[in-house]
T-cell receptor, first 115, second 111 residues
Framework: EAGVAQSPRYKIIEKRQSVAFWCNPISGHATLYWYQQILGQGPKLLIQ????????DSQLPKDRFSAERLKGVDSTLKIQPAKLEDSAVYLC?????????????FGPGTRLTVT | TQLLEQSPQFLSIQEGENLTVYCNSS?????LQWYRQEPGEGPVLLVTVVTGGEVKKLKRLTFQFGDARKDSSLHITAAQPGDTGLYLC???????????FGKGTLLTVNP
């Protein structure tokens, strides 16, 4: 079974530039998550999708971050414009369903450096 | 906001030693998960504990969930270099099974 795919793996941009990350979840997984992991911290949930609908985006900085999952499969996360404090690893995860007993599978992440 | 405190933050031991890491919160969680994350990879689930007082064993790893479902511990017996990594605990709560992660314990096992 193929895992969660993410691209690019690394990205370096200057502040105020824009960047987009892509995630392809495990086939058949209805729930997709984007997390931000700053160095030395645990992952923080940015947004959760159930199929193509948003379930939770309470911690997404909506003035600069946006995410979509138009066809209920793959997803993109965009930052525009980027700030220095956005430097982090952005992890995508998926699960069959958002319920106890359904494991979240994480992708390898995209390491973003903002200079 | 639910917070999870993990301790210690860093741990460096010799191969063959035993160790325990802790995960504490003032909040009650419906379940608690432990993950291991290696450099350049995403976290990988080790175990989920659901019932207060529950103990689960995974080879040399023993996980315990506190009676009040607010804290948990991970004990590793006879640590090996392959156990090196970042150990994260995560509490689940809410109708959407939202995970709140601790900051992690970075374990280094030296040969």
């Amino acid at each position: 079974e193929a895992g969660v795919a993410q691209s690019p793996r690394y990205k370096i941009i200057e502040k105020r530039q824009s960047v987009a990350f892509w995630c392809n979840p495990i086939s058949g997984h209805a729930t997709l998550y984007w997390y931000q992991q700053i160095l030395g911290q645990g992952p923080k949930l940015l947004i959760q999708f159930q199929n193509n609908g948003v379930v939770d985006d309470s911690q997404l900085p909506k003035d600069r971050f946006s995410a979509e999952r138009l066809k209920g499969v793959d997803s993109t996360l965009k930052i525009q414009p980027a700030k220095l404090e956005d430097s982090a690893v952005y992890l995508c995860a998926s699960s069959f369903f958002a319920h106890s007993g359904y494991e979240q599978y994480f992708g390898p992440g995209t390491r973003l450096t903002v200079t | 906001t639910q917070l999870l405190e993990q301790s210690p933050q860093f741990l460096s031991i010799q191969e063959g030693e035993n160790l325990t890491v802790y995960c504490n919160s003032s909040s009650v969680f419906s379940s608690l998960q432990w993950y291991r994350q290696e450099p350049g990879e995403g976290p990988v689930l080790l175990v989920t504990v659901v019932t207060g007082g529950e103990v689960k064993k995974l080879k040399r790893l023993t996980f315990q969930f506190g009676d009040a479902r607010k804290d948990s511990s991970l004990h590793i017996t006879a640590a090996q270099p392959g156990d090196t990594g970042l150990y994260l605990c995560a509490g689940a709560g809410g109708s959407n099974y939202k995970l709140t992660f601790g900051k992690g314990t970075l374990l280094t096992v030296n040969p």
